[in-house]
Every structure is written in structure tokens, then in C-alpha cells.
């Protein structure tokens, strides 16, 4: 039998584009691999029938890492949402960056990969360490 190792598909996944990317990659592992044990079951010598417990292992594993993927993608929202509530905050305060860059924040900005405070004078500071508010 040929072994489908789902872990590490869906970390590979995870790490080139979030959780939509392995989720999108894990339903691809999964329909491949109900593919190919259906083809085995078609095809298994009778006098030499397959293991069916490692089978139902594979399926396990895919079914953990199909919960912790939608696990991770739940809790990015809630952080998502924790950082909107705290905008509000950010908002007329004075920010210096590490750079010396100072001003009054007008809007604040939140991506994918971090906040965008946007500056009075036209500049924006990413929030994070070495981000002094005043």
C-alpha cells in the first residue's frame, strides 16, 4: 500500500499559504486517498486481502488534522476581531517607531500580517516591537 502522509502535507500547505491554502490541500490529499484505497480495494489479491486497521489510521490522521486546520482558522479570526475592538485606542494617540518616525494616528489598518498605524504627517508605522504610544 502506499502511504499518504497527511501531517506533512498540511503542514507544508500551512506554511506556503495559510489555512485556506491547507484546507484546499488537505481535501486534495483526502479525495486522493479515498481514491486509492477504493482503486486497492478493487484491485487486492483475495488470498492477500490489505491491512484495513492502517486504513482506518490514515483516515483518523486526516480527520485530526482536517479539525486543527479549521481549529487555527477559527482562532485567527478571533484575533482578527480582538485587534478591531482595540482600535479604537490607537486612535489620537502619538506614535514613535524604532525609526524616529512620529504622529498622531488617523486610521489604523490590520492585514493578514500585521497593523498598519496611519500617521497624521501621511506615514505609517507598523505596530509592533519598538512602537512607543503615547
Known amino acids: 500500500m502506499t502511504s499518504v502522509n497527511p501531517v506533512a502535507s498540511a503542514a507544508a500547505a500551512n506554511e506556503a ?8 490541500q488537505l481535501t486534495v490529499d483526502y479525495n486522493a486517498f ?9 484491485n487486492q489479491d483475495p488470498t492477500k486481502p490489505m491491512d484495513a486497521s492502517e486504513q482506518l489510521s490514515q483516515l483518523a490522521t486526516f480527520s485530526q488534522v482536517e479539525q ?5 482558522s477559527k482562532l485567527e479570526t478571533m484575533l482578527t476581531n480582538m485587534s478591531f475592538g482595540q482600535v479604537d ?3 489620537g494617540r502619538t506614535v514613535t517607531d524604532s525609526n ?3 504622529g498622531v494616528v ?7 500580517d500585521g497593523t498598519i498605524l ?5 506615514k505609517g508605522v ?7 504610544i503615547s
Open 17 to 24: 499559504g495559510g489555512a485556506r491554502a491547507a484546507q484546499e
Open 34 to 42: 479515498l481514491q486509492l484505497m477504493m482503486t486497492q480495494m478493487k
Open 68 to 72: 486543527a486546520i479549521q481549529t487555527n
Open 89 to 91: 485606542d490607537l486612535i
Open 100 to 102: 524616529g518616525t512620529t
Open 106 to 112: 488617523e486610521k489604523v489598518e490590520i492585514y493578514s
Open 118 to 122: 496611519g500617521l497624521d504627517n501621511g
Open 126 to 132: 507598523l505596530l509592533g516591537p519598538g512602537v512607543s
